[in-house]
Every structure is written in structure tokens, then in C-alpha cells.
């Protein structure tokens, strides 16, 4: 049985661009693509954290070092420039993969560089007040 396991994320990039009258797809700075481990044409994630909507599309390829984040055709309905999103991709693996494997993550500054932030996720908090019996 394969696992559909949490690949790789650019987390909070801001939207450069949305451009509603082109095919699909978001553009992404081949920088951020080749730290996060995204194909080209790899099927992409976008969680807008700023208006809270989610959808799936496949990644193209922007400039290397301009921080585009272009969300085209669509999906430019929900996402604007300035917006906060998560790009986040996942693969099937099998258990021992799953086990194994740890997540990429690339976290960005205000203009989509890649930050040396290399730390792992934390779970949320844990509230004191809930009880768990």
C-alpha cells in the first residue's frame, strides 16, 4: 500500500503576480522550485493563509532569483498579489519510505528569498484547557 505523505513546502511565499486570462498552473522562481525539491509540472498545492482558500494546480517554472510567485488562470480568483500562501507538495510512498522520510521546508523572506532557516516543523500549541479524557 503506497502512503500519499507531505513532500515539500514553500511556506508563507507572498503572491506576485495573478494573471486570471493565462492557461493555469503557478509560476515560481526556479531558486525556490529547485530548494523545495518541486518539478516543474508537479502538481502543487496553494493554501491562501490571507483569505483561507486552498486549491490544486502544477507548477511552472519563473525566473531563478526574481521571487515570482505568479497564480495564473482561474485560480487568480483566489489568490491576489500581496497575499500569504503555502505551496505545498506531496508524494506516494510506501510505509518504510513514509518512515523515513523528513519534509522539505523552505521558508522565505518578503521578497520570496529563501531564508538559511532550515529547522524543523513544530506541531501547534497544545492548550492546557482542553482535556483529552
Not at 37 to 60: C, F, K, M, S
Not at 71 to 98: K, Q, S, W, Y
Amino acid at each position: 500500500m503506497k502512503l500519499n505523505v507531505f513532500k515539500s513546502k514553500i511556506h508563507r511565499a507572498t503572491v506576485t503576480h495573478a494573471d486570471l486570462e493565462y492557461e493555469g498552473s503557478v509560476t515560481i522562481d526556479a531558486d525556490l522550485l529547485e530548494r523545495a525539491d518541486i518539478l516543474p509540472y508537479e502538481a502543487i498545492h496553494i493554501w491562501n493563509v490571507t483569505q483561507g482558500t486552498r486549491l490544486v494546480t502544477y507548477a511552472l517554472e519563473g525566473p531563478r532569483g526574481s521571487g515570482c510567485i505568479c497564480v495564473n488562470g482561474a485560480a487568480a480568483h483566489l489568490n491576489a498579489p500581496g497575499d500569504l500562501v503555502i505551496l505545498a507538495t506531496f508524494a506516494d510512498m510506501d510505509r518504510a519510505e513514509a518512515a523515513r522520510h523528513v519534509p522539505t521546508v523552505v521558508r522565505v523572506d518578503r521578497q520570496n528569498r529563501a531564508l538559511d532557516d532550515t529547522s524543523q516543523e513544530r506541531p501547534g500549541p497544545i492548550l492546557n484547557s482542553i482535556s483529552m479524557s
